[in-house]
T-cell receptor, first 114, second 112 residues
Framework: DSGVTQTPKHLITATGQRVTLRCSPR?????VYWYQQSLDQGLQFLIQ???????AKGNILERFSAQQFPDLHSELNLSSLELGDSALYFCASSARTGGNTEAFFGQGTRLTVV | GESVGLHLPTLSVQEGDNSIINCAYS??????FIWYKQESGKGPQFIIDIRSNMDKRQGQRVTVLLNKTVKHLSLQIAATQPGDSAVYFCAENILPYQKVTFGTGTKLQVIP
């Protein structure tokens, strides 16, 4: 158990809909990262938050947004969903931003858009 | 754009043999590299990391080698065990940012 909790584990929704994925980082970790992993693909970095502020942005679509709350949990909002958004979405956390710090991953949320 | 790629998508190794998983990166500014292991149905798990001021780092049964001249990274697993079967990702980062870029991954299959 990495200590990172993601909910829900599975999500099935229709095209055009909006969903929210939730992540609770390890206790004390200030940084949260979101990644997308499509079938047989690598992990695509989406966005990073540190102590409530956006710190780095990757290939995140404009239809997607995220935030980190004062209690450090984070949510990834996906809207106007398309079939191609079906993927595993991982959240990871680490103790601080920058530096060679290890990131701990959650078990992921499997999103299926039908 | 910058990318991290792997030479082999699948590697089959006999149990007890050593495994070598290779990775090429293209961003010469990358200065921190990480290997992750992802078992089926689970999130990636940190294995070992190395900074660009080193060319070798050893852990328990694993060794990472970094050749900055040719932008190549390898993960060596000694005495491969069935539990090592997983997908292995190399990832690069440019410090102090934490915008890690992952490669496609190599699937390691251990033959009993």
């Amino acid at each position: 158990d990495s200590g990172v909790t993601q909910t829900p584990k599975h999500l099935i929704t229709a095209t055009g809909q909006r969903v929210t994925l939730r992540c609770s980082p390890r206790s004390g970790d200030l940084s949260v990262y979101w990644y997308q992993q499509s079938l047989d693909q690598g992990l695509q970095f989406l966005i990073q938050y540190y102590n409530g502020e956006e710190r780095a942005k990757g290939n995140i679509l404009e239809r997607f947004s995220a935030q980190q709350f004062p209690d450090l949990h984070s949510e990834l909002n996906l809207s106007s969903l398309e079939l191609g958004d079906s993927a595993l979405y991982f959240c990871a956390s680490s103790a601080r931003t920058g530096g060679n710090t290890e990131a701990f991953f959650g078990q992921g949320t499997r999103l299926t858009v039908v | 754009g910058e990318s991290v790629g792997l030479h082999l998508p699948t590697l089959s190794v006999q149990e007890g043999d050593n495994s070598i998983i290779n990775c090429a990166y293209s961003n010469s500014a990358s200065d921190y590299f990480i290997w992750y292991k992802q078992e089926s149905g689970k999130g990636p798990q940190f294995i070992i990391d190395i900074r660009s001021n080193m060319d070798k780092r050893q852990g328990q049964r694993v060794t990472v080698l970094l050749n900055k001249t040719v932008k190549h990274l390898s993960l060596q697993i000694a005495a491969t065990q069935p539990g090592d079967s997983a997908v292995y990702f190399c990832a690069e980062n440019i410090l102090p940012y934490q915008k890690v870029t992952f490669g496609t991954g190599t699937k390691l299959q251990v033959i009993p």
